[in-house]
């Protein structure tokens, strides 16, 4: 079976993995991490990593072109609406007008769990704006519909909470999710190993966004690869078509034109 490009926002992308910019020892590493992990892709925190607003530090576009991986401004550490559509405007004027934003109001600081009220407020003020609005928000099947509903190119449910590890927790929650989109859904937050890449892949999602899955391995730039064949893999096996699940053995040789058949 032939398998189609992910498309967001008119764009094709040959990668279904998207990975982040934070935690990485050095602006380098990321990049070694970002080419092993065959990503076209990078989502970088405007409050946190200097694109230019601040002329006097290190600059991430200096070492990570925009001329060759697409630059996917996100607002982590905004709390409510107004701070994310701030966050979001001032991504634009730093990369020249640029549109694709991916949005996330925290609820709170001990859990990252997203506000997802504040989320739907943000969406509508961006979408309305012009913006193409990637959005992390919960695994509730209502509010991703909503999103998509508002404009949003690409709906991103956790898998766990940021930064856990934990893989996807609730699986069956990200099927009635992709049942219902007509848009990509990209599990974003919760990876921890390249099993929990494969297994969101496996469910059907479009893509996964991780960051601290690679950032914080032993080895980024071996744990970037180890991604790129999960995913990679996962998305073959979700297009082969597993095996049904059966409570009793099957045999793996047909019985029938055997000697005493």
Do not use: W
């Not at 590493?29 to 002329?55: C, F, H, K, P, Y």
């Not at 530090?57 to 107004?82: K, Q």
């Not at 990679?232 to 096996?237: D, F, I, T, V």
């Amino acid at each position: 079976m032939q398998d189609q490009a992910l498309r967001i926002a008119g764009v094709d992308y040959r990668s279904r993995l998207i990975i982040g910019s934070g935690k990485y020892k050095s602006f380098e590493e990321n990049l070694a991490a970002l080419e092993a992990s065959g990503a076209e892709m990078i989502t970088v925190a405007i409050r946190r990593v200097n694109l230019g607003q601040n002329a006097d530090e290190p600059n991430l576009l200096d070492v990570i072109s925009p001329n060759s991986y697409t630059i996917l401004p996100n607002t982590a550490g905004c709390y409510t609406a107004e701070d994310a559509v701030r966050t979001c405007r001032l991504a634009r004027e730093l990369l020249d007008g640029h549109k694709l934003v991916k949005l996330e109001v925290l609820g709170d600081q001990k859990t990252l769990y997203p506000n997802v009220t504040e989320t739907v407020v943000a969406a509508e003020q961006l979408v309305a704006d012009g913006f193409d609005v990637m959005v992390y928000t919960s695994d509730d099947p209502l509010i991703a519909k909503r999103l998509e509903e508002i404009g949003c190119v690409a709906v991103m449910p956790l898998g766990a909470p940021i930064g856990s590890g934990l893989g996807i927790r609730n699986p069956y929650n990200i099927r009635l999710i992709l049942e219902n989109a007509s848009v990509p859904i990209i599990v974003d937050a919760g990876v921890g190993t390249a099993s929990d890449a494969s297994i969101a892949m496996e469910l059907g999602c479009h893509g996964v966004l991780m960051n601290t899955a690679i950032a914080e391995a032993k080895q980024p730039v071996l744990m970037a690869s180890a991604m790129k064949k999960a995913v990679e893999s996962g998305r073959e096996a979700f297009l082969a078509g597993r095996m049904p699940r059966r409570l009793y053995a099957s045999a793996s040789s047909p019985l029938d034109g055997t000697i005493n058949n």
